[in-house]
């Protein structure tokens, strides 16, 4: 089989069409690839794509008006080229590898998680018919199986999947920072620091995160990278911020093979970086959210407080969504809504002190504005054209700061670490897939050092706090047990009928006085009254 290419299409600006061009169109728009030298119809010079068959998401179709070639549809926007006698092998007759089943599971799981479709495809080059791209002078670049297969990955599940809230909460499955995916991709396709960064990355993750076996272990693709690094030092380039974004990428290969420490000195390395251009605010706004996201998930795991600070990305009020949230919180503030109250209460004010209240506050209001986006009786047209950004936007500055809050009263350190692994069940999905379990034994060790009485006023803090926990720890684990156990305790002794669905409705009204958003948590949380109902008849024989 051929290998897979990648084909850069330069369109002229006056072109009739940017998503296909007829023969004699092609021939001029190539021309400065061809001057210079006596011009052939050689077959290998005309670039073709073999795609791994379960990254089709859409089937080919021909472009209609088109003469000649056939071409393949890879997106609503780009054909890439082919020969009418290179034809598209039939995906349908071929047997998937565990690698390709694993990765097509990965990319229906992703849309799943919200029970949405499979998003669009994003679109392929050029992204617009202005930018003429052709780094190394021909119109095709060859990659091998394995380096596609993880670079249709990053386009497909991992870039998507870290503004996942975003993508799920929208009914066209789009996000603000979609086609920064294919500037990196750019990237990657002319330089070597860029490329191998990125593929130990997505190897990493794929392993140890989707635990699909990638094509080369990633061990291989760090010692390219750290290679490549030494070598982009030596070669005294200067700071920019693909260089940040390539160290970033770096400590995320460590961080998913469960090296937290390495992962923490890579991003040293990288602030320090940004430091030099001018600090988080002179950055692009795709790397500022992966930043953070980084930052945060690392400090929660290594239970220290972040690298940065709030203070040096928070903007203010100058948002336009901060007057819809403004509404918002004067609704939460009249008892009109229910969001948060179970913290909020004055008999709460021992174990919530006012910073924190503050942070729950922000949260509710947060919260409220993704239900009503959510809701059928208020269109998306309502909200600012970046309303649900800006909800993304929130959601790191809250972690943000609870991470970086000191809290002496032991009870609210646990509630706010019971907030962020909400946070990160239901915004993120390395969040959700990864640091949640590593988190939640955290907060059974605080929960383990706070004697029964010292709950006395707070047992509904403490019920919803547990419940936490058990949707967070690793399932089967003793953490989960634990957790499940105490809820056995704590709640069945209260209910008079404990049956599945009795404790689920519980779950449901202990839920809702504190954060719930049914489209993310309904499923876990009858699953967890299932567990709770199965120890309380296992206790009883």
């Not at 061009?21 to 210079?36: A, D, L, P, T, Y």
């Not at 010292?454 to 957790?483: K, M, N, P, Q, Y």
Request: with cysteine; hydrophobic share 40%.
């Amino acid at each position: 089989m051929t290998a897979p290419k990648f084909l850069f299409i330069n369109k002229h600006p006056q072109s009739d069409s940017l998503s296909h061009s007829n023969k004699q169109e092609r021939i001029s728009i190539h021309s400065h690839v061809q001057k210079g030298r006596r011009y052939k119809k050689a077959d290998h010079r005309i670039g073709h794509d073999t795609r791994l068959p379960l990254l089709q998401l859409q089937p080919a179709r021909r472009p209609r008006g088109e003469s000649g070639g056939d071409a393949l549809v890879t997106s609503d926007q780009c054909p890439i080229e082919r020969t009418s006698r290179d034809q598209m092998p039939d995906s349908s007759r071929q047997p998937l590898s565990p690698q390709a089943a694993g990765l097509r599971d990965a990319i229906s799981s992703l849309g799943s998680s919200s029970n949405r479709s499979t998003p669009q495809s994003i679109p392929v080059f050029p992204a617009s018919a202005e930018e003429s791209f052709d780094p190394f002078d021909v119109t095709c670049i060859r990659v091998d199986g394995a380096v596609h297969s993880l670079l249709q990955y990053f386009l497909l599940v991992q870039h998507p999947g870290c503004w996942h809230i975003e993508r799920a909460s929208r009914p066209d499955h789009k996000y603000v920072f979609q086609f920064d995916a294919m500037s990196v991709i750019q990237g990657c396709l002319h330089d070597e620091y860029n490329m191998y960064a990125l593929l130990a990355s997505m190897a990493s993750f794929m392993t140890y995160l989707d635990e699909i076996p990638p094509s080369r272990d990633g061990s291989y693709y760090i010692h390219k990278a750290l290679k490549a690094s030494q070598e982009y030092v030596h070669s005294h380039q200067p700071i920019t911020g693909r260089m940040i974004f390539n160290v970033f990428h770096l400590g995320c290969a460590e961080w998913y093979r469960y090296n937290g420490h390495a992962a923490y000195v890579h991003l040293k390395a990288a602030k320090k970086l940004v430091d030099a251009m001018g600090g988080l605010k002179a950055m692009d706004g795709p790397l500022v959210d992966l930043l953070l996201s980084g930052d945060q998930y690392v400090a929660a795991e290594l239970r220290q407080k972040p690298l940065w600070s709030p203070t040096d990305f928070e903007s203010g009020d100058s948002h336009p969504m901060t007057a819809h949230g403004l509404c918002e919180l004067q609704k939460l503030l009249s008892g009109k809504v229910k969001t948060a109250a179970g913290l909020l209460t004055s008999t709460q004010q021992e174990i919530v002190p006012t910073g924190l209240r503050w942070i729950i506050l922000d949260l509710a209001v947060v919260l409220s504005v993704l239900r009503s986006s959510q809701s059928p009786d208020m269109a998306l047209g309502k909200l600012p054209a970046d309303g649900i950004h800006w909800v993304h936007i929130r959601t790191l500055a809250i972690r943000h700061r609870l991470l970086s809050m000191d809290l002496s009263d032991p009870r609210s350190g646990a509630i706010r670490t019971a907030i962020v692994l909400w946070i990160f069940r239901i915004f993120t999905i390395s969040g959700r897939k990864r640091s949640i379990k590593i988190i939640a034994p955290f907060l059974r060790e605080m929960l383990l050092t706070i004697v029964d009485h010292l709950w006395d006023g707070h047992e509904e803090v403490r019920l919803w706090i547990l419940t936490v926990g058990a949707l967070s720890a690793s399932s089967g684990s003793d953490c989960h047990d634990w957790f499940v156990g105490e809820l056995r305790r704590c709640l069945t002794s209260t209910l008079d009928n404990p049956d599945p669905d009795t404790i689920f409705d519980a779950l449901i009204l202990l839920s809702e006085r504190f954060f719930y958003l049914a489209l993310e948590e309904a499923s876990t949380l009858r699953s967890l009254a299932k567990d709770i109902y199965h120890v309380r008849l296992e206790e009883k024989e």
